[in-house]
């Protein structure tokens, strides 16, 4: 028996339990991150068995985003930088697997942008400033790949301007500091 057909089953009740979750996302989000954790943790073993699967990390990447979301409307920082961890670590998992597929560069780059946004959220500047620059390097290489693709170049242009606001942030703070002292 194929490993895949070992794994449907399992898949269509984490893809269940993620739309349950959704389905309280709002209402209860207690309730809704039980059913969520319960999906993540079926796609977590099936993507261990079946890594190449495309299937699995799409679930992986819904279900985190979406402990993520519950995580920062909660204010539970720690746990939502918890997800992203392991978001980073199966994206990049996919990327040592196709170190070509650049949709997976520009989700790394988009995760390691949403991370300095939560940052940002607890007002840790020095670490949104760190993850923007992941970001922004992620993406001043593929600019060099890909000047002519406009979803791309929108991305970017973002990246630079939120990156912008950062340092403008901790040039700010730096001077209020520095008045103090």
Request: proline share 3%; charged share 30%.
């Amino acid at each position: 028996m194929k490993i895949s057909t070992i794994c449907s089953l399992p898949s269509t009740k984490a893809q269940i339990q993620a739309n349950i979750g959704n389905l309280y996302l709002d209402e209860d989000p207690e309730k809704a991150q039980k059913y969520f954790e319960d999906a993540l943790s079926v796609l977590e073993n099936n993507f261990e068995l079946e890594p190449d699967e495309e299937i699995h990390y799409s679930g992986l990447k819904t279900v985190l985003n979406n402990l993520i979301t519950v995580f920062k409307n909660q204010k539970e920082y720690e746990k939502a930088v918890e997800m992203y961890s392991k978001l980073l670590s199966f994206q990049q998992r996919m990327l040592e697997l196709d170190p070509e597929d650049r949709e997976y560069t520009k989700e790394l780059a988009a995760t390691y942008a949403s991370l300095a946004l939560l940052y940002s959220e607890k007002g840790d500047i020095e670490q949104e400033s760190h993850y923007h620059r992941l970001a922004l390097d992620i993406l001043e290489k593929l600019l060099e790949e890909s000047s002519d693709d406009p979803e791309f170049l929108q991305r970017f242009t973002v990246g630079l301007y939120i990156l912008g606001s950062t340092l403008k942030k901790l040039r700010k703070n730096f001077m209020q500091s520095s008045r103090k002292q």
